[in-house]
DNA sequence: TAAAATAGGATAAAATTACTCCCATATCAG
DNA sequence: CTGATATGGGAGTAATTTTATCCTATTTTA
């Protein structure tokens, strides 16, 4: 499963997306993981993550439940992915360096690491709230 | 191991980067693996897969073994990833739509389509010629 | 025909992803 | 202050994928 998100960053985006459409509303897990077709109790730890991230805020108790901790607009698909993956690598070496023998020598390890922050520049250009007027590509 | 390329594709880079070095020359398994430290049988797995995807060339027999197809700067870093890899997906429903039953309603779905269409420009734009030549980054 | 090489199928080991379970803790209504 | 309804968090399980290894077949040259 390489280039690829996780499904679990996938859960992530559709948690925040319900969530961007209640608004100021607190939602409970339950409520999330029917309408968007996640697993309850992974749905659950994925809002832990988000929470723990700072993007929703979460209230215990009778009506409590999850809510956007701030503007749809300031959250990136960056903040997500990484909250819910940990930080992007594209390659063992860009992170540590000591994982690859090699990496003195190696004439191309810089491209691992300019790749990296292509990608994540990429990612924080999209939020929640351009992310879905961006324009629908025709066919 | 998600948004990072695999073991197998870097293993993939090296031994492109070895056998450019080699000219035409051609250079067996052990020889390869062994230089660029990667494990002889799964050194011999790879070079099958560049083979097949017409990267590299293969002749058996005494004074066998691989060089380069074609000349480095016709071979692309997408052209290697997807050779070990298979297509770069970014998402399961970028390639198929019948994975998610979402994907009709699903506002963001062409965000991973356009997502995988930058990633395979990026990538595309990287070749064996113009690979190690960029510039360094300094620090 | 023997030696040296790759080709390919099957399988094994390790790691990661994708979950579930259970109990603790917080909050609110009555 | 107690019971019902939520989330928090640790630990564990299942499934899948990645990372290999092994063995035999086939090709090629001397």
């Known amino acids: 499963m390489p280039m690829q998100i996780t ?5 992530a985006v559709r ?18 993981s029917e309408t968007m077709s996640i ?3 992974f749905t659950s ?9 700072g993007i929703v805020r979460s209230v215990r108790g ?23 993956e940990g930080p992007i690598k594209v390659n063992v070496c860009v992170i540590d360096r000591k994982s690859c023998d090699r990496v003195e020598t190696c004439s191309v ?9 292509d990608i ?11 992310i879905e007027e961006a324009e629908n590509t025709p066919r």
């Open 7 to 11: 499904r679990e960053s996938d859960y």
């Open 15 to 32: 948690c925040l997306l319900y969530l961007k459409e209640r608004g100021d509303a607190f939602s409970a897990v339950g409520e999330i």
């Open 39 to 41: 697993p309850r109790t």
């Open 45 to 53: 730890k994925i809002l832990q993550k988000l929470t723990k991230a």
């Open 62 to 84: 009778v009506g409590g439940g999850f809510t956007l901790n701030r503007e749809p607009g300031k959250i990136t698909l960056l903040d997500v992915i990484e909250a819910v």
């Open 109 to 117: 390890h810089h491209i691992w690491v300019k790749m990296r922050k």
């Open 120 to 130: 994540r520049k990429w990612l924080e250009s999209y939020n929640f709230s351009n």
